[in-house]
């Protein structure tokens, strides 16, 4: 493996997915092999599964696997919020760890992201649109409504902002309000930083194994305070204008 440093980090927070650690990592290693020079950034929000062990076992096999380990659980943007500090890389690719995004786009998202005039990329969100969810039907319809309540209160235009599949700059994300489930609100959180969204289409499978953390009636109830939070957060923002240091 190289020591030069990696173009992209693609960062996966997980919580006791010990089942979906090698295949999602393999499958990661697939999509960018050849294609760019990466590393893998996972951070383990404080498993009860065999998870640490899996993990330690794919590093064996992949060098360019780290982990970090939480002690105790403290959500999911906080674990990605661990990882994106890890990473090397100036750009970052955002994955659920429950396998249901597919590493595959991650090149396609790229393409679309070096797309744009590279004065633009430093506040660019790339963000991941599952036109074709393999979810429960009751999921679909809880997202869909989230996602229109949402989109008329803060006005991201984002058709899908609780995609895993996201790709930002690191240097971005670093400057982003940080707070429990700020991940579910990135779209609306880059455009109060100055940047701009774009979605992309992409691959979305039925989840690999075990269950979800997550059940709509708790999406829901935390929901609520976090919309009315970022909604507040929108209306204090300010973006000078800085003109050259005289």
Same mark, same amino acid.
């Given at each position: =493996?190289?020591?030069?440093?990696?173009?992209?980090?693609?960062?996966?927070?997980?919580?006791? $997915?010990?089942?979906?650690? #090698?295949?999602?990592?393999?499958?990661?290693?697939?999509?960018?092999?050849?294609?760019? $020079? #990466?590393?893998?950034?996972?951070?383990?929000?404080?498993?009860?599964?065999?998870?640490?062990?899996?993990?330690?076992? &794919?590093?064996?096999? #992949?060098?360019?696997?780290?982990?970090?380990?939480?002690?105790?659980?403290?959500?999911?943007?906080?674990?990605?919020?661990?990882?994106?500090?890890?990473?090397?890389?100036?750009?970052?690719?955002?994955?659920?760890?429950?396998?249901?995004?597919?590493?595959?786009?991650?090149?396609?998202?790229?393409?679309?992201?070096?797309?744009?005039?590279?004065?633009?990329?430093? /506040?660019?969100?790339?963000?991941?649109?599952?036109?074709?969810?393999?979810?429960?039907?009751?999921?679909?319809? &809880?997202? /869909?409504?989230?996602?229109?309540?949402? &989109?008329?209160?803060?006005?991201?235009?984002?058709?899908?902002?609780?995609?895993?599949?996201?790709?930002? &700059?690191?240097?971005? #994300?670093?400057?982003?309000?940080?707070?429990?489930?700020?991940?579910?609100?990135?779209?609306?959180?880059?455009?109060?930083?100055?940047?701009?969204?774009?979605?992309?289409?992409?691959?979305?499978?039925?989840?690999?194994?075990?269950?979800?953390?997550?059940?709509?009636?708790?999406?829901?109830?935390?929901?609520?305070?976090?919309?009315?939070?970022? =909604?507040?957060? =929108?209306?204090?923002?300010?973006?000078?204008?800085? $003109?050259? $240091?005289?």
């Amino acid at each position: =493996m190289t020591t030069a440093l990696p173009d992209i980090a693609v960062v996966v927070p997980v919580k006791n $997915e010990a089942d979906n650690i #090698f295949p999602l990592v393999e499958e990661i290693h697939a999509a960018l092999e050849g294609k760019l $020079e #990466f590393e893998v950034v996972y951070v383990d929000d404080g498993s009860t599964d065999a998870t640490p062990a899996k993990l330690a076992e &794919a590093q064996a096999r #992949f060098p360019r696997l780290r982990f970090l380990r939480h002690r105790a659980s403290c959500g999911q943007s906080q674990a990605i919020a661990t990882a994106v500090k890890a990473a090397r890389a100036p750009l970052i690719a955002m994955l659920d760890g429950d396998g249901q995004n597919d590493p595959a786009d991650i090149p396609k998202m790229v393409e679309r992201w070096r797309a744009e005039p590279e004065a633009s990329r430093e /506040k660019l969100l790339i963000a991941g649109w599952r036109a074709n969810r393999r979810d429960t039907s009751s999921r679909r319809w &809880a997202s /869909k409504a989230a996602n229109a309540i949402r &989109a008329a209160m803060l006005r991201d235009d984002t058709p899908d902002t609780g995609c895993g599949s996201k790709l930002f &700059a690191r240097a971005l #994300f670093l400057d982003l309000p940080r707070f429990d489930h700020m991940h579910r609100y990135l779209p609306a959180l880059t455009i109060r930083a100055g940047g701009s969204v774009v979605s992309v289409k992409v691959n979305h499978r039925p989840r690999g194994a075990g269950a979800s953390n997550y059940s709509n009636l708790r999406r829901g109830l935390v929901g609520i305070p976090d919309l009315l939070g970022v =909604m507040w957060l =929108m209306r204090r923002s300010r973006n000078p204008i800085v $003109e050259s $240091e005289k």
